[in-house]
Every structure is written in C-alpha cells, then in structure tokens.
C-alpha cells in the first residue's frame, strides 16, 4: 500500500469514528422503542421481510443523521444504508444504523451503528460504535484495528475443541431450522456457542480475541462492512461471499466453497481451517 493509499484510509476512518460517536449519542437521545410496560409509541416499531424483522423509528432516525453528518463532511459521497438504500454499486459508504436492533428494541446492549468507507467495493475504512457501553471499535486497510485507541489482536487458540464460536440466526423460521441443524453437529466439536444477535459486534469480539471465531449466513454487507475489516486488521481469517457480480465487495480473499452462497466468516488463524472443515462437515453449504 502506497502512502497516499495509507493517508486516505486514516482520512476515512477518522470521518468514520467521528460520525459513529456522533451517531451514538444521537441514539441515546432517542425514545425507547419499548416502554416500561413493553409498548412504544405508535408508529415506533415497524416490520420488513418478517413478522420478527423489526425496524424502529430510530434505525431510520440514525440513518438519517449519518446521511446527514457524511453530506457535511464528505460532499458528494454517495452512501448504501440499511433503511435508506442506495447503489450499491457506486457506494463510497456504507451504513447499518442499528446493527443488533432486535436486542435494542428489549433493551439489550449488544447493538452497535457500523459505517464503512469502501473503494471500488473493498472496504477502506470503517468504525463501529457501541452507544450503550460507549466502545468504539475502528480500523483501516493496512493501519490495524482498535478499540477505544487500543490495538487489536485475535486470540492465540490452536485447538477448535477449545474455540468459542459466535453465530447467528436468519428471520425466515425455514432457515433458522437448518442454521440451528448446522449449529447442532458443530457444538459437540467446539468449546460452546455463542449467539448474541448483532453481527458487526460479533466480528469486533473476533478482533478483541472474546470469540474464536464467528460464522453466520445471511447477512447483508452492511452487517459486515465495518466489522470484518476491523477482524482482519487483527488478523482474523475472513470468508465472505457476497451476491453475484458484487464478489469484489468483501476484499477478503480466501475460498468460500462448501460453505454457503452468502457466509460470513472470521476466523483466528491457529483454528481457521478446523473451523472451515467443520462447518462444512455440519452442513453449511445446505443452510
């Protein structure tokens, strides 16, 4: 990487955190989607692809201040978003505004805002901020990842019977049935699973070493943008496919076959591929 190409990306992430702090506080700001009794304001809770895939009034409240805050600081940028859409293929940004929104709307607190700068698909840049705990985890192509200004780095773990491993479930009840089929063969051949429901944080606990590695089909590139670069800047092993004529978008490199149209996955080097092997064994090519 060239020192222009470095100076670029610490340019992007610097934008990046400052906006993903900025959009944290703005979260917390918000109404809770749910009162003390469990009902929000009407009209705060909405569904999409299912009865159990919610968006709130503040995903399209966050979105709307990141759309705003990059129009300031990068005029003329075009942005990918969640809830705002866009073209994907043009994207110099890319944005979840609420990663984890299910867990936000009980009031769990593992939910993050995730923005991305990308180039010619490949993710440059990208910030993950977390508004209950206040982390914020950063990285940039070839600059290394950090959480809170401390480096990163993935575990050391050579055993896979001894890996703990994140994963995720889709909203369709036909998939989740073979996910946790897959899941399943695999949890007797590792230290214990672990599903915590926002996919940006689950590839930073890869980066931080607090999981082993994380596999989930179905997620979308905003889920991923940000995180997987801040799990490869620590030295994660990634495996990410990625919708036909966007194979470009992960930037990830490595093989995919046998493990799914649209994996995710990152992995610590001393289990990568013990963890490959076994997904593949347990089915994640059929999920």
Known sequence: MSPHETSDSAALRAVAEQVAAEAAEHLRSLPAPRGAAGAGAAGAVSTKSSPTDVVTASDASVERFVRDRLAQLRPGEPVYGEEGAGDAATARWVVDPIDGTVNYLYG???????IAAVEAGATVAGAVAEPASGRLWSAGRGLGATCDGRPLAVAATTEIGQSLIGTGFAYRAERR??????VAAMLPEVRDVRRAG????DLCAVAAGWLDGYLEHGCNWWDWAAGALIAREAGAVLHIAVAPGMSDLAGAGGTVD?????????VAPGVAGDLVELARRSGAAQV
Request: proline share 4%.
């Open 108 to 114: 769990l607190p593992w939910y993050a805002i995730s």
């Open 177 to 182: 049935a073979r996910q946790a089929r897959m």
């Open 198 to 201: 926002a996919a940006a944080l």
């Open 258 to 266: 046998g493990l799914g149209d649209d994996v995710t996955l990152a």
